[in-house]
């Protein structure tokens, strides 16, 4: 019988939706079926969040630690927070300071091997801010995690469309330098790896955004294109790539255009994301490709303004639950394929022609002495 799959799930900022669509996304009697859900977060929070949902729910159990999680129950890793004070929309150092324990822990039983994937729920990236946390979000905290020689990828993925970027968290007036043909060059190979291994797409291909509205306009709108994109895509195909492009934005989107495409590469955060989510709407899944770990999270945030109403949609986090198994899987039989690959017979020597009882004929002849035979 096979192990399910142990799924974590940190808790996010408390103050937030995150233990509302966590437990609203657990409620079915039948979901530890699937995998084994082991949330990471402080008990209290947990206990007020299953309220609306009790009799929906598995069994909900309290650990300490992650290797004790049982199969068939929700588990959760008690945090047993000193300073905990739920005020519901208001991010504070409490709750931010919270949500960075639950994901240390999280990661740490990532690293260790105590579960298999991790689903991250949103957090507050300006209350998370202390001595001990200065990432701008949990992709760069994960990358930190995850060691130098990896590079991480944000990946905006939905049923039908997949969506990652050259720059992440960047202020906008820094982002053309951080446009060179090497960050899309890489950008594009990783991605590229990514659909293989996490989504095995064997011959991805890859549409690629302009920088300026018109794709520059020849120059009149901004050169990046001519200077930066175009060759980059250039080096792409000269490398076995299939990257095609620069495309205008608005067009590519606004025409269906993203449809024949296996991945779209944004150069900036909003240029993606913005009709990303206009197309995915609650199905989005934002997942964190290019790390020895495989971690998603929903592709909205702490939605303050709906938090513990009972309005907020468990759909994205979900989503990202099963996602995280599908690329885990995935990535797994990719994996285990490519550590055992089929051995070729080698052919035996072909005879020399003169021993072949056979009249050779030439590609252009081969009409005309299919016609005399």
């Not at 060179?180 to 291909?205: G, H, K, M, W, Y």
């Not at 964190?288 to 999270?297: E, H, I």
């Not at 690329?327 to 550590?339: D, L, N, S, T, V």
Request: charged residues 20%.
């Amino acid at each position: 019988m096979n192990t399910p799959i142990r799924v974590g799930i940190s808790q996010g900022d408390y103050n937030g939706v995150g233990p509302e669509v966590i437990m609203r996304s657990l409620a079915n009697p039948s979901i530890c079926e699937l995998f084994t859900p082991v949330v990471f977060a402080d008990w209290r929070v947990i206990e007020q969040a299953r309220r609306p949902v009790e009799g929906e729910l598995p069994p909900v159990q309290r650990i300490n630690n992650a290797a004790e999680a049982h199969p068939g129950k929700i588990n959760v890793v008690d945090l047993h927070l000193n300073n905990f004070n739920l005020t519901p929309g208001v991010p504070t150092p409490e709750s931010g300071a919270a949500a960075v324990a639950a994901l240390e822990k999280a990661v740490a039983a990532l690293k260790s091997g105590k579960i298999d994937v991790l689903v991250t729920a949103p957090i507050s990236k300006e209350a998370v801010q202390s001595e001990i946390f200065h990432f701008a979000g949990h992709t760069e905290y994960l990358n930190h995690h995850a060691g130098q020689e990896y590079k991480a990828q944000m990946i905006l993925l939905d049923d039908h469309i997949r969506v990652a970027l050259v720059t992440t968290h960047l202020p906008l007036a820094r982002i053309p330098e951080a446009i060179t043909i090497q960050s899309i060059t890489e950008a594009v190979a990783n991605f590229t790896r990514t659909l293989r291994e996490d989504f095995a797409i064997e011959r991805p291909r890859i549409a690629v955004l302009s920088l300026n509205p018109h794709c520059g306009d020849g120059g009149l709108l901004g050169d990046e294109e001519i200077r930066t994109i175009i060759p980059a895509i250039k080096e792409c195909i000269s490398n076995g790539l299939l990257a095609f492009g620069p495309f205008a934005a608005d067009g590519f989107f606004g025409s269906g255009a993203y449809r024949d495409f296996d991945g779209i590469l944004a150069m900036y955060h909003d240029q993606g994301l913005a009709p990303f989510k206009a197309l995915a709407r609650e199905h989005g899944v934002n997942f964190t490709a290019g790390l020895p770990f495989v971690r998603t999270s929903p592709d909205h945030g702490t939605a303050f303004d709906i938090a513990w109403t009972g309005k907020a949609n468990p759909t994205s986090m979900r989503e990202a639950i099963y996602k995280a198994i599908d690329i885990f899987k995935c990535r797994k039989r990719y994996a285990e394929a490519a550590a055992n690959p089929l051995k070729i017979r080698p052919q035996a020597p072909a005879r020399p022609e003169r021993e072949r009882n056979i009249k050779s004929v030439k590609p252009e002849e081969a009409d005309t002495a299919e016609n005399e035979n």
